[in-house]
């Protein structure tokens, strides 16, 4: 019995113009109305993901920032979990210092180096700022076309017992608290609303969707995931560019049985 589906956005349930479609959006509706609990599990923050959605038609819930929040489909933060404050500034101070690129999102807003290349967020303020105590830092996203120096940070930053390192994309990396992962914050959203494993159905593409692959039996990815979230998952199922996800679970509610089918 299936009542809650997580998706992931950017190369999942997102067309390759990055936007979603209107089958998708209808099939997210459809499903809504059946009384099941969609999820947008995704790695941007609220302000990006809320306005593709608001823009689509739809309204879902939002795991964002790789697992570090979880918010109402009005936006009401129901967890939250920040990287620690002298972890953040060691690997901040560590990318100034390489004069890499990144963007920070944070308690009071989402902040970059390169506002032309994160279009939503607002220039990064002085240091001294960005520490401030009030100040709480959920996700650190690292960006480049040097895509060798990026492996070789990622590799430096695995070695760090005090983070989670994944990426979505080869040109990136994406960095949250040690616990803070989508598959973690998924099993507490189910916990949250007293659901078992069985009754949750996921999707995705990337590497950042893996653990939400290693905890959940149920799990579709796309044919064009990764290799590695490939071999995690219960099945897989056509592009991002073929509807797969509405076609999928438009597929399984048109079902007798779909209460049972998975």
Same mark, same amino acid.
């Not at 990136?172 to 494993?197: C, F, H, P, V």
């Not at 069985?198 to 796309?222: Q, T, W, Y």
């Not at 597929?251 to 209460?259: C, D, I, N």
């Given at each position: 019995?299936?009542?809650?589906?997580?998706?992931?956005?950017?190369?999942?349930?997102?067309?390759?113009?990055?936007?979603?479609?209107?089958?998708?959006?209808?099939?997210?509706?459809?499903?809504?109305?059946?009384?099941?609990?969609?999820?947008?599990?995704?790695?941007?923050?609220?302000?990006?993901?809320?306005?593709?959605?608001?823009?689509?038609?739809?309204?879902?819930?939002?795991?964002?920032?790789?697992?570090?929040?979880?918010?109402?489909?009005?936006?009401?933060?129901?967890?939250?979990?920040?990287?620690?404050?002298?972890?953040?500034?060691?690997?901040?101070?560590?990318?100034?210092?390489?004069?890499?690129?990144?963007?920070?999102?944070?308690?009071?807003?989402?902040?970059?180096?390169?506002?032309?290349?994160?279009?939503?967020?607002?220039?990064?303020?002085?240091?001294?700022?960005?520490?401030?105590?009030?100040?709480?830092?959920?996700?650190? %996203?690292?960006?480049?076309?040097?895509?060798?120096?990026?492996? =070789?940070?990622? *590799?430096? #930053? $695995? @070695?760090?017992?005090?983070?989670?390192?994944?990426?979505?994309?080869?040109?990136?990396?994406?960095?949250?608290?040690?616990?803070?992962?989508?598959?973690?914050?998924?099993?507490?959203?189910?916990?949250?609303?007293?659901?078992?494993?069985?009754?949750?159905?996921?999707?995705?593409?990337?590497?950042?969707?893996?653990?939400? %692959?290693?905890?959940?039996?149920?799990?579709?990815?796309?044919? =064009?995931?990764? *290799?590695? #979230? $490939? @071999?995690?998952?219960?099945?897989?199922?056509?592009?991002?560019?073929?509807?797969?996800?509405?076609?999928?679970?438009?597929?399984?509610?048109?079902?007798?049985?779909?209460?049972?089918?998975?």
């Amino acid at each position: 019995m299936i009542r809650l589906i997580a998706s992931d956005l950017d190369g999942t349930l997102l067309n390759e113009e990055g936007m979603l479609s209107e089958k998708t959006a209808e099939c997210i509706r459809t499903a809504q109305q059946a009384g099941i609990l969609w999820v947008a599990a995704t790695g941007r923050s609220l302000k990006t993901a809320s306005e593709l959605m608001r823009t689509a038609g739809v309204s879902p819930e939002y795991l964002l920032l790789n697992g570090a929040e979880f918010r109402k489909s009005d936006g009401t933060l129901i967890f939250q979990k920040s990287i620690e404050a002298s972890c953040a500034q060691e690997i901040i101070q560590m990318l100034m210092e390489k004069k890499l690129d990144f963007e920070i999102n944070t308690s009071v807003g989402d902040f970059s180096t390169d506002c032309e290349f994160c279009d939503t967020a607002r220039p990064m303020p002085a240091v001294e700022k960005i520490f401030d105590a009030q100040i709480k830092i959920q996700k650190i %996203f690292i960006f480049s076309e040097e895509q060798n120096k990026l492996k =070789n940070i990622k *590799e430096f #930053l $695995k @070695k760090r017992q005090d983070i989670t390192v994944t990426s979505s994309a080869t040109w990136n990396i994406e960095i949250t608290d040690r616990q803070a992962n989508k598959g973690a914050m998924l099993e507490q959203i189910a916990e949250y609303y007293g659901w078992s494993k069985e009754e949750v159905l996921v999707f995705g593409d990337g590497n950042n969707d893996i653990s939400m %692959f290693e905890k959940f039996p149920h799990s579709r990815a796309m044919g =064009n995931a990764v *290799e590695s #979230l $490939k @071999k995690n998952a219960e099945k897989v199922i056509e592009s991002n560019r073929d509807d797969a996800v509405a076609q999928e679970v438009c597929g399984l509610l048109q079902h007798p049985s779909f209460r049972a089918v998975l």
